[in-house]
């Protein structure tokens, strides 16, 4: 099967060079009206029951973010700032947000400020891998191959560093190891724009007692912002979008038994985009958000939640949210998925403080 793309027009790179903000080297662009960027075509959900709860909103607007559940509470660092719907600016910011109180947390800032870095819970230890790092008062996109360690007393030190820059990737914890699948990499030797880089299938896994990388299987398909979660074992990775291409309805798992990925079945028709975000809730996968480039308006961003039984491998659309986001991210805490922050137009428009949390529970 090939990856599908059914908002093939017009893709992320040619929406990013289209318009820019005031930023230098920034690789994001502005939308002049809301209504310029309208919703996608919003499918009808077909069963299923699925509830949305408003939540204390984030101390700031940030999207391109991976946030994780770390010892009951949501860990999010880097990303990119915004103020009155555009981005400003590159956040070296971390905090730590209580899904219970709403309370945020400010704690030890990274080293220095990037956007769509991992973080990653393993072993009761906070790491941040990879990444896009920049110039001072800019927005650039230099990959980075670190990997940072999280101390409550000392903050953020460095391990070993990857094999290779990466960053826009899915990450997934199986057998006590750190997977880092897809993204993206340099397509030669700049590393600094958007434009100097290309869709990856590397698979890269990190040993934490080890402190060492070593080289998986790579996946079956090139792309970068996907979304992913582990179900019984098995690493769901679905949707993203290619560099050169568009958006993407492909859905990969892999067993690491057996070092192998396999095509499972794809996301609903029309529904796979770039920056969506996933959880897991009672063994079933819930994909939601991210933005798509298409049509004479530019794009937009999907309402959709799609949900994956992986016993019958069948998706069904069973909601929308609230508040559709791209660049977001997705956290499970309990019988609860929390969407975080993000932006609700396309590329760097409309960032956003929101949170949000999707259960089963309507009662």
Not at 74 to 89: F, S
Not at 106 to 126: E, I
Not at 153 to 162: D, F, H, I, M, P
Request: glycine share 12%; charged share 15%.
């Amino acid at each position: 099967m090939s990856p599908h793309n059914p908002h093939p027009k017009i893709t992320r790179r040619s929406a990013i060079a289209l318009t820019a903000i005031g930023l230098p080297a920034c690789s994001v662009r502005q939308e002049p009206s809301p209504d310029l960027a309208p919703q996608a075509a919003r499918a009808t959900p077909t069963s299923g029951s699925t509830c949305w709860s408003a939540r204390a909103p984030l101390p700031f607007a940030v999207q391109e973010i991976y946030p994780i559940a770390h010892r009951g509470r949501i860990h999010l660092a880097g990303g990119l700032l915004g103020e009155d719907g555009r981005v400003v600016g590159v956040s070296d910011r971390h905090i730590a947000y209580d899904p219970a109180s709403g309370d945020s947390q400010t704690l030890a800032a990274l080293p220095s400020a990037r956007h769509h870095p991992q973080l990653v819970s393993a072993g009761d230890k906070l790491y941040c891998l990879g990444g896009f790092e920049t110039l001072a008062n800019m927005v650039n996109w230099i990959m980075s191959t670190q990997t940072l360690i999280y101390d409550d007393a000392t903050g953020w030190s460095a391990l070993a560093e990857a094999p290779e820059p990466h960053a826009e990737t899915v990450a997934g914890i199986l057998n006590n190891r750190i997977h880092i699948i897809g993204g993206r990499r340099n397509t030669g030797a700049d590393n600094m724009s958007y434009g100097d880089h290309t869709d990856s299938d590397s698979h890269l896994v990190y040993h934490p007692d080890a402190d060492s990388w070593e080289r998986a299987a790579p996946a079956l398909a090139r792309r970068n912002s996907a979304a992913g979660v582990v179900i019984d074992g098995l690493w769901h990775v679905v949707g993203g979008r290619q560099v050169s291409g568009g958006p993407l309805d492909v859905h990969e798992v892999y067993d690491p038994s057996e070092d192998r990925w396999r095509e499972a079945s794809p996301m609903p028709q029309g529904i796979g985009a770039g920056g969506n975000a996933a959880g897991v809730i009672n063994g079933t996968l819930y994909a939601f958000g991210g933005e798509f480039f298409s049509g004479a308006n530019g794009g937009g961003v999907h309402a959709e939640v799609c949900a994956y039984n992986p016993a019958s491998d069948s998706w069904e659309i069973v909601g929308e949210m609230p508040t559709p986001r791209h660049g977001l991210g997705g956290v499970t805490i309990g019988d609860a998925i929390y969407a975080v922050g993000g932006a609700t137009r396309p590329s760097g428009n409309g960032t956003s403080a929101a949170v949000e949390s999707l259960s089963l529970d309507c009662s």
